[in-house]
């Protein structure tokens, strides 16, 4: 069944326990024990059918304030579940008083997972029970695929139990992780960017995978409050959040739009490697790459080096106006220096990263991907292949052909005009947070591909990411491998702190 939101309120726990029969019933769960009750058992097939191992549980504590425990097992008699009761990391939902006060909940399901939060006074509880979308390709056992988290995770390690871990060993606590907890919102559109959630078990190459449909912690995003509605996604393709929970301890839940796959494709995509004999002839295989994708080179009318020009490009959208700035000199050094400009008279420009191209490294294997947003290059040197980056990134605005083309260009570590309308302005990357992450030890040969750390104003506000520019970290990857994921390719160029990848398919 389709996913679906509910919210509204709860005259008492009783009460509740009648509404979520009816709502999971709805979504195609099946009661299969304590119908009518305060403890009761669904079962589900799964979206995909065929499932026989997913049991879900909700049962009444009691107590004050009244507390209604949850957890995931693998059949009706619980034979295997995960913990729930008065255990560390163990999740509850909290009702105010004894039960018997009206209360608000939201709640959503598909017949993949549930998602309940509860709202009692100005305090929020919620919780997740179901399928995560795994981060292993080759798991065969429905019990790895089934995760309990808590949405209100204090603190990284407060999270919940996997019903069986990767080594075999069942009802293993998790933990959470996202890419950013304390940021704040664009000051360009005031828009606030929500982060995915994974779950792990300690370690990067432990992932058990996403819940979906449910975001990471919001610790600190001044300006965003409990129930407000947050729209993400691009036109035709937009997702409508709620916000849970107060003051630090803040998620999102999905109420309803399209499901969010991110949107990281060009339309011009392209990628080419081979052999360069000099910089010269690097240069020419270069332009003819990018002409063939709809990039147009100018000359810079006041050059200052033999080989120094421009490519301009009206972006994949067809209405920025983006200007890569190429050059290369041999003063202190022979670097090939990539930047971005607003015009080619460099009116704002930003500093410039560079590789090392000596003509002592030719001939050298050059690999080269872009679209007509952005170019990245690598070029080998000494057995290694740095890399650089410039252009647009894949921006966090919801509506990006709204803002002129300063504010979304940039290379890796400059942008040309931050949203806080400053020029030429250093950004910052979160840690990566995923090295040693490949391969994924829940089946032992898939290799995690992250995009690359995302890019924020020096004052934290989340910028974007570089477009065909992913890291997959750990002992089983050299340089040159490729790493082949659902029909794309992306091969290893360098095994710094962060294992660079480039997008080839």
Partial sequence: MAYTYQTGTANHVIHFFALLETFLTSVGWTVVAGTGTTTVIFSSPGEGGGRTKLFIRFRRDGGFPEIVYYRVQDDLAGTHFTTDGAAAQCGYLSAPGAGGIPFQYFMAADKDKAIVNWKAGAGYSGCYVGIVEPFALAVDEEEQMVSLGLHKNISPADMGYVLKDDAGNWDERIRGGQVETSYIRDPLDNSATIYGLRVDEGAFNRIVGQPMDVSGRMQTVLGVNPEDIITTGYAGATSTWIVMGSGTCRWCMRTGGNVPVGNLEGAY????????????????????????????KIANPAPLYPIDFFYNSPGESGVDDIYIHLFYHNIPAELLRIGVADDILLTHATATNSLYAEAGIFPAYYFFTADRDCLMISLERLGLFPWIWGGMYQMFFPDPDSYATPYKVGVLNKILRDHSGNWNETLATRPDGSLNSSPNLYDGVTNVVWQHPVVRNADNCPIGVMKYCHIISGPGVSVMDTVAIGG???????????TVAMREV
């Fill in 269 to 296: 995509f392209s990628h080419t490697n081979g052999l360069a004999t000099s910089i010269v002839d690097l240069i020419a295989k270069l332009d003819a790459f990018m002409a063939a994708i709809g990039w147009t």
């Fill in 488 to 498: 794309r390719s992306f091969r290893i160029l360098d095994l710094g702190v962060n």
